[in-house]
């Protein structure tokens, strides 16, 4: 059984900033894309930002240039630090995996238990 771990969420005044973070445990062979997703109050989950295994990142556009995805592989670990924060950006924040348990097993996918983030104006 593979877990997700996240922590880091709070309250932050606009332009503040916030690091989420998100740990994996269980079996885990590798892992593959590390994302972190978020779904405010009525409105659907959106991806934010994506890491791939050799380190692509991608960002939605709404947080280009103020929210960086990094990855510790040897801690199975995935981090967003969020700058420039704006009240839009309020949202339950979700950590996102697909990993594999062997090396020819197909990916497998987990989700944390979500970390709410609160941008006051």
């Known amino acids: 059984q593979v877990q997700l771990v996240e922590s880091g969420g709070g309250l932050v005044q606009a332009g503040g900033s916030l690091r989420l973070s998100c740990a994996a445990s269980?079996?885990?062979?590798?892992?593959?894309?590390m994302d972190w997703y978020r779904q405010a109050p009525g409105k659907q989950r959106e991806l934010v930002a994506t890491?791939?295994?050799?380190?692509?990142?991608n960002y939605a556009d709404s947080v280009k240039g103020r929210f960086t995805i990094s990855r510790d592989n040897a801690k199975n670990s995935v981090a967003l630090q969020m700058t420039s924060l704006k009240p839009e950006d309020t949202a339950v924040y979700y950590c996102?995996?697909?990993?594999?348990?062997?090396?020819?097993?197909?990916?497998?996918?987990?989700w944390g238990q979500g970390t709410l983030v609160t941008v006051s104006s």
């Open positions: 996102h995996v697909r990993f594999r348990v062997t090396l020819i097993s197909s990916n497998l996918e987990v």
């Open positions: 269980g079996r885990i062979f590798s892992i593959d894309t």
């Open positions: 890491i791939t295994s050799g380190g692509t990142r």
